[in-house]
Nanobody, 127 residues
């Protein structure tokens, strides 16, 4: 059974940075494209960033482009989300997700395409 565990969330002031990690167990990370999603109170879950199996392709929501960076270390079975210049509107529960894909250079932006999810980590940005 594949399990994903996020960490690194917390409280930070606007303009600050946080680094999220997602450790994958029960499976080989290089079989999966990985994504980060977030859900704020009263809102639907939304795409944040994704990375292909080989790390060669990445994608970002327009709202985080230029501020967030997704990366992966397949040897450590870990995916990262570096978040800089944080804004109060970034406040949400952040979820890591894994998508089993044959193609190494692809990823999805739709949450319905992902096969496994973590429990989430809270990120709160104060103004």
């Amino acid at each position: 059974q594949v399990q994903l565990v996020e960490s690194g969330g917390g409280l930070v002031q606007a303009g600050g940075s946080l680094s999220l990690s997602c450790v994958v167990s029960g499976g080989t990370l290089n079989r999966y494209a990985m994504g980060w999603f977030r859900q704020a109170p009263g809102k639907e879950r939304e795409f944040v960033a994704a990375i292909s199996r080989n790390g060669g392709s990445t994608g970002y929501a327009d709202s985080v482009k230029g501020r967030f960076t997704i990366s992966r270390d397949n040897a450590k079975n870990t995916v990262y989300l570096q978040m800089n210049s944080l804004k109060p509107e970034d406040t949400a529960v952040y979820y890591c997700a894994a998508e089993l894909l044959y193609r190494t250079g692809d990823y999805s932006r739709e949450d319905g395409k992902y096969d496994y999810w973590g429990q989430g980590t809270q990120v709160t940005v104060s103004s």
